[in-house]
T-cell receptor, first 112, second 110 residues
């Protein structure tokens, strides 16, 4: 069975640009969570979506937004990129909000 | 104060050694506890859940002390393949989000 997939794998942007990251959950999973992992730190929660509704938001500015589609895939959007947004962005899928979360390989974003 | 704190290491041990990692959490409402493993430049993967009575999975033993808000992971007979970063993770029952520590890096040498 396919695991969580994310695209692109790597991305280089410049300050002020915007970026869209994509995630496809494991088949049958209805919940997607997004995490940001800065080098040397553990992942930090950004958003969770369940059944296309936002269930939770972490301590991130409004430049970060996300949505979930009817097929349960998800997009994370970041506007007005800052150097500090450089990180590994991880998507995790789970059957529902409280079950085990399975992580995708991540998108490595570099902001120059 | 961070919600989940870990010794960053690195722990550098020979093959066959026993190594222990510790983790403390600040929110007494935390109800679920996990250890994740993350290889270099890869995604985190669940190693094991941690239960109040303690639990064991092969060479790995996890302990939880709710009174001290302390979690531990013991690895016996270390293998080269155990080299990775070990992340301590907590979740409150009323919440969906996982709260990660910064991780402890383990290097097992031949």
């Amino acid at each position: 069975d396919a695991g969580v997939t994310q695209s692109p794998t790597h991305l280089i942007k410049t300050r002020g640009q915007h970026v869209t990251l994509r995630c496809s959950p494991i088949s049958g999973h209805k919940s997607v969570s997004w995490y940001q992992q800065v080098l040397g730190q553990g992942p930090q929660f950004i958003f969770q979506y369940y059944e296309k509704e936002e269930r939770g938001r972490g301590n991130f500015p409004d430049r970060f937004s996300a949505r979930q589609f009817p097929n349960y895939s998800s997009e994370l959007n970041v506007n007005a990129l800052l150097l500090g947004d450089s990180a590994l962005y991880l998507c995790a899928s789970s059957y529902d909000e409280y079950n085990e979360q399975f992580f995708g390989p991540g998108t490595r974003l570099t902001v120059l | 104060r961070k919600e989940v704190e870990q010794d960053p290491g690195p722990f550098n041990v020979p093959e066959g050694a026993t190594v222990a990692f510790n983790c403390t959490y600040s929110n007494s409402a935390s109800q679920s506890f996990f250890w994740y493993r993350q290889d270099c430049r890869k995604e985190p993967k669940l190693l094991m859940s941690v239960y109040s009575s303690g639990n064991e999975d092969g060479r790995f033993t996890a302990q939880l002390n709710r009174a001290s808000q302390y979690i531990s992971l013991l690895i016996r007979d270390s293998k080269l393949s155990d080299s990775a970063t070990y992340l301590c993770v907590v979740r409150m029952d009323s919440s969906y989000k996982l709260i990660f520590g910064s991780g402890t890096r383990l290097l097992v040498r031949p």
